[in-house]
């Protein structure tokens, strides 16, 4: 064994991954022929799939048939359709296999077939030959031989490793190319890309992106990460895996992105910040699209639901507190009546568009009906809200004054205060806060409608007496229901009998226009959360407690609608101070849908 250490011969050329497998065939045959005489070597490279791929062969002198062109020709072809056909063979199957083919004779002289073998796995085959008359490889040779392949497995082994890697890469790098997403791996200390997908390249119009900072050419006008970039908090908590949704408006694009952002192991072992990300522009103007009121731009009831929803998770997660007001337009049907329904909607569009100026950060307003709205106010106390409701209060008054507005421009609110231990669903939210509101919009009514109401009721009072002029009651009533869309009742009190107008009769099927005792009648459509206050109401005039009524209250009419009513009366008194006819209206102030405070 004293020859492999001669200086004229060398095994770095053996180990060489970069020679072509006809290369080293030629560098193997000039070694052996410095030990021993071969007339021909041929080398076979199997992949990692044990599949043909490579050969390269050597023979001494020139023309003529050498043994291992034989081989290539008669022998290899059965041999890889052999190995392509069974599972992978054991060492002990292999040996047994190439034995039975050892030693294989041709007309110029005997070949020797070995296995190129990398830790048990075959990566080829080396066919050596002889000419005749030179006798077969002895035991001294062999070992030599086995030897020299047994480093040529080695860069046989690489160049299978290299040619997977290879492929893999260009399957990775085809499959990130073709995917309709953006992608893109960042270095988590320096922001510098490391890899981005054809995909992101050409939706942002990059070339040449690694090695760039992201916030620098994915922004526009950046002096640093993006608003709401969550690597700072992925580093701080460094768990691979886990990672953070965002929505993010891109000022390069003018797009809508959703941004899913991990940790992950880079090809050095390092951790780098990989993002995922999908344009949602389209969707999210659809979605938008379908969440907003066409009248005011604010949200929606299904979208301010839905808003609602996720800052009160928001709010618990982040321990902070969160304030929900619901404020009803005052006068809107008056408005309507009067003016037209385009001046009723621009009494909305003024109050949403006043209401969306003092509205900061998180902060957002929704029409929940038709002049109902709900604002929430993100981190606000109660207090807060009330002041920033004020603050628009102003506002109003000060629009009012400058564009000589002949109507009033204001609403009456409910507000709840909201701390992160509460319980209560958006539906439980939505019921608190209106009846907050309602209790407002009573006292509203109560307060602006009572000079209205006691002059009304004088001017019926003063129609009734006998002594002021001599008129027919039955036509003075006729006119009345016809002056007005709202209904007419009148009560005689020393019987408790009511008269009610035609409209409401039919409007909520009721058995006749004169009624004795009509509270039972009353009790059947009033809405239960009602009819304590309407009970509570009437019975104050029927005790002589007070002469002026005011109250609101709903009803279901003949539909099976809710309706919202606002009774007014008044009680006139005989010259001895007894009560005698109890008379006003009912304003029907439109429907109420129950799902409204779901």
């Known amino acids: 064994m004293e020859v492999f250490y001669r200086p004229e011969l060398s095994v770095q050329t053996l180990l060489m991954d970069a020679n072509s ?9 000039d070694y052996i022929n410095h030990l021993m005489h071969a007339d021909s070597v041929l080398l076979v490279r199997l992949d990692n799939q044990m599949r043909y791929k490579e050969v390269g062969s050597w023979r001494s002198g020139k023309g003529g048939d050498t043994g291992a062109e034989a081989v290539m020709r008669q022998w290899l072809p059965q041999l890889v359709e052999s190995w392509n056909t069974r599972e992978k063979l054991s060492g002990e199957e292999l040996e047994a296999f190439l034995k039975a083919l050892t030693p294989f004779t041709v007309p110029e002289g005997c070949l020797t077939i070995l296995p190129i073998c990398n830790n048990i796995r075959f990566v080829g085959f080396a066919v050596f030959g002889k000419k005749s008359g030179e006798g077969d490889w002895t035991d001294r040779e062999l070992p030599i031989l086995r030897f020299l392949l047994s480093i040529i497995a080695v860069t046989f082994a690489n160049k299978n490793l290299y040619e997977d890697y290879m492929l893999q890469n260009w399957v990775y790098n085809t499959m990130m190319g073709r995917m309709q997403a953006n992608l893109y791996v960042t270095d988590i200390h320096t922001d510098r890309i490391l ?21 620098q050419i994915l922004q526009k006008g950046s002096r640093g990460r993006c608003p709401g970039c969550p690597v700072q908090r992925l580093t701080e908590s460094g768990e691979e895996g886990v ?125 929940l009906s038709g002049d109902e709205f709900l604002v929430t106010f993100a981190g606000k106390t109660e207090q807060e809200a009330a002041e920033t409701i004020k603050l628009v209060e102003e506002r109003l008054l000060a629009v009012r004054r400058q564009d000589r507005i002949p109507y009033e421009l204001s609403f009456c609110t409910g507000i709840l205060e909201l701390r992160p231990e509460h319980t209560m669903s958006v539906t439980d939210i939505l019921r608190e806060v209106d009846e907050r509101m309602y209790e407002q919009k009573r006292q509203y009514h109560m307060q602006q409608g009572k000079e209205s109401v006691l002059a009304a009721a004088e001017a019926q009072w003063r129609l009734l007496k006998p002594e002021a002029f ?17 209904y007419l009742y009148v009560c005689d009190m020393a019987t408790n009998t009511f008269r009610y107008s035609r409209k409401l009769v039919e409007e ?7 009624i004795q005792n009509a509270a039972d009648i009353w009790r059947s459509i009033i809405h239960p959360a009602d009819w304590e206050r309407f009970w509570e109401s009437n019975q ?59």
């Open 540 to 598: 104050a005039i029927s005790d002589g407690r007070t002469v002026s009524h005011e109250v609101e209250y709903r009803a279901r009419n003949r539909k099976g609608q809710w309706i919202k009513l606002h009774c007014r009366g008044h009680v006139a008194q005989n010259s001895a101070g007894e009560p005698r006819v109890f008379a006003g209206f009912i304003s029907n102030e439109g429907q109420w849908f129950p799902e409204w405070t779901e």
């Open 243 to 367: 990672y953070r949704r965002w929505e993010e408006f891109n000022t390069l694009t003018g797009r809508y992105y959703d941004n899913y952002d991990s940790l992950m192991k880079w090809t050095d072992g390092s951790t780098v910040h990989f993002q995922h990300s999908l344009d949602i522009t389209a969707s999210k103007k659809l979605s938008k699209e379908a969440s907003t009121d066409d009248l005011t731009g604010l949200l929606n009831r299904r979208g301010g639901k839905n808003r609602l929803a996720e800052m009160l998770d928001a709010a618990r997660h982040q321990e902070t507190i969160l304030t929900v007001c619901m404020y009803d337009v005052n006068s809107l049907k008056k408005v309507n009546d009067t003016y037209g329904h385009r001046e009723g909607d621009n009494l909305l569009r003024v109050i949403a568009n006043t209401v969306k100026s003092v509205l900061t950060g998180e902060d957002f307003a929704c029409r």
């Open 21 to 29: 497998v006809q290369e080293t065939a030629e560098n193997l045959a």
């Open 508 to 514: 909520f099927a009721f058995p006749g226009e004169v």
């Open 470 to 486: 001599d008129y027919d009651q039955q036509y003075l009533y006729d006119a009345l229901v016809e002056s007005t869309d709202n």
């Open 195 to 215: 890899f981005m997908n054809k995909t992101m390249q050409e939706a942002f119009g990059l070339e040449n992106p690694v090695g760039k900072v992201c916030w």
